[in-house]
């Protein structure tokens, strides 16, 4: 065999050689755009949910908030004082909130007679999203919505059930109260009321709070958190201090 056909005879190898190494790279590419687009797309479909605006909040209906004051509302000097520990994803909390709440506020809290105090228990019952709605409860106050943003999250107890209180709802309903939502976040993003949950977990420890809600009036706790019961025991209170007269 002569040496110019060893020669062509390398030549054709050496481009046979040189195809193959660009297919390769070609597959490569095409492998590696395919795994980047892939990567995209899952990562399109777990943001994009977050990424899309709220629009099925509920509007809570409007509710008095008397001599609203932080997580109190009504007279500080009335003879009765009513405390509830209460938690965003109890659903005894939410029939509290819906049932016994508005009767309390209407009965005695327009009328000066109950000084109504609300506190956060969930931290210590449903960490860590009620630990979120929490703190949203007193950023909302550091901007004087506390018992705004309080009816917003009850009314849309169900939507927290199905979907969760993310820091992007609960920003949407700091943004349709009209609070400052770059305050807001940035309160919620710090936990900045943290010291105030612990402290609500603590004196509610103290008062031999067994779950929510739990209703203390004039310092001792109720066995029961059904408007009956708490009416009468307001009631029997009233009539004491009349007879006192």
């Excluded at 899952?42 to 509007?59: G, N």
């Excluded at 016994?100 to 109504?116: A, K, S």
């Excluded at 939507?159 to 993310?166: I, P």
Aim: glycine residues 6%.
């Amino acid at each position: 065999m002569s040496s110019e056909n060893i020669s062509k005879k390398q030549q054709k190898y050496q481009a046979r050689v040189q195809r193959s190494k660009r297919n390769k790279r070609k597959k490569q590419a095409v492998n590696i755009t395919l795994i980047v687009v892939g990567f995209g797309i899952i990562l399109l479909a777990l943001y994009l949910p977050t990424m899309q605006p709220i629009t099925d909040l509920i509007e809570p209906a409007q509710r008095a908030h008397p001599l609203a004051d932080g997580n109190a509302i009504g007279d500080p000097n009335a003879p009765v004082t009513i405390e509830v520990y209460s938690d965003f994803k109890c659903p005894a909390c939410e029939y509290f909130y819906e049932t016994v709440e508005p009767n309390i506020i209407q009965q005695y809290v327009e009328t000066g007679l109950v000084y109504f105090v609300y506190h956060t228990f969930g931290d210590r019952i449903n960490p860590p999203q009620s630990g979120i709605t929490s703190q949203a409860l007193y950023c909302a106050d550091d901007q004087g919505y506390f018992w705004e943003m309080h009816d917003y999250i009850y009314t849309n107890f169900d939507f927290g059930v199905s979907k969760g209180f993310t820091d992007k709802a609960l920003e949407t309903m700091a943004k349709l109260i009209g609070m400052d939502t770059n305050v807001f976040s940035k309160c919620l993003a710090d936990n900045a009321h943290t010291d105030q949950l612990d402290r609500d977990v603590e004196n509610g420890t103290a008062l031999g709070i067994p779950g929510t809600p739990s209703v203390i009036i004039n310092g001792n706790l109720l066995d029961s958190f059904q408007f009956a019961d708490i009416q009468a025991e307001v009631e029997n209170i009233l009539s004491g201090l009349e007879g006192e007269e």
